[in-house]
């Protein structure tokens, strides 16, 4: 397989790392990756695209080895969602094939809403739209988040990086040669042993989420041919009715389910690259 290259997007205000795999003159693909995961995220499913894209994995601001945000600064989705066009901006990309996975997906879906115009295809693993909230933990979630610490908590540091696999592994199930190049890149040596590069405040709690009725209404916006790919079972956080309703909000768009867990591009990259070629 195709080994990436790496990349860095000069924004205005911040500097975005990204891994590209396949010919500059082949048609773009940009890839978002999910919350706290990186651009490596992508290291088996994007050699597969490869051989018909130009694939270009964000590490999204906060994320692997793209700038953090300045101080005072919080991760909002809107700053993400502007960040992505940005980079396609920079990038020169008129129109662009989108995939993204879980919060990836999610910003995928806002992107393609704002710009449809510039959207050929959105490809989305685990995720349409943001995480909503249903108005039964509003008041709770809002003060949970304003007394959490301004900073985000404290990251570890690890002896070795097969210990900083081996938490990973414990704490999301994912298996550690799935973990790996994930971890790989979102570490850095110090003095200490090894230490995340993500931005602590990645970890803060939002304050405030869309309605559900808000989501609705932005995933009306989706102009582009969709294909939403669902783990089976359904992962806790995206239950099956609201994803249907979500996706009756969408104008073309089909959704398959595929056998296995919340990282299927990284437990069955053949199967997703097929599913993400496929045009029908």
Not at 9 to 33: E, F, M, N, Q, S
Request: net charge negative.
């Amino acid at each position: 397989m195709s080994e990436p290259r790496e990349l860095r997007i000069d924004l205005p205000t911040l500097r975005l790392a990204a891994l590209t795999w396949g010919d500059d003159d082949a048609p773009p693909l940009l890839a978002l990756h999910g919350w706290l995961d990186n651009a490596a995220s992508f290291a088996r499913l994007a050699p597969r695209l490869a051989a018909q894209y130009r694939v270009i994995a964000l590490d999204l601001p906060g994320h692997g080895h793209s700038d953090h945000l300045g101080e005072g600064a919080s991760y909002h989705w809107p700053d993400y969602v502007r960040a992505v066009l940005g980079a396609a901006d920079a990038l020169r990309l008129e129109r662009y094939v989108l995939l993204g996975h879980s919060l990836g997906a999610g910003i995928a879906s806002m992107v393609a809403a704002a710009r449809p115009e510039r959207i050929e295809r959105l490809l989305l693993i685990e995720g349409l739209g943001l995480l909503g909230d249903d108005g039964t933990q509003t008041l709770q979630r809002f003060r949970d988040a304003l007394t959490h610490e301004p900073a985000g908590k404290r990251l570890r540091s690890f002896a070795s990086i097969e210990q900083a696999i081996s938490a990973r592994t414990l704490a999301s199930g994912l298996p550690a040669n799935q973990a790996r190049p994930i971890i790989e890149r979102a570490l850095r040596e110090a003095d200490s042993g090894w230490q995340w590069r993500s931005d602590p405040r990645i970890n803060r709690p939002t304050p405030l989420r869309l309605a559900e009725s808000q989501i609705h209404a932005l995933l009306a916006g989706i102009e582009a041919p969709t294909r939403l790919l669902l783990a089976e079972p359904a992962t806790a956080y995206l239950p099956s009715e609201p994803m249907q309703r979500r996706a009756r909000c969408v104008r073309d768009i089909r959704v398959t389910h595929m056998a296995g867990g919340h990282h299927l591009h990284l437990e069955h990259a053949e199967a997703v690259a097929g599913w993400a070629l496929s045009e029908e």
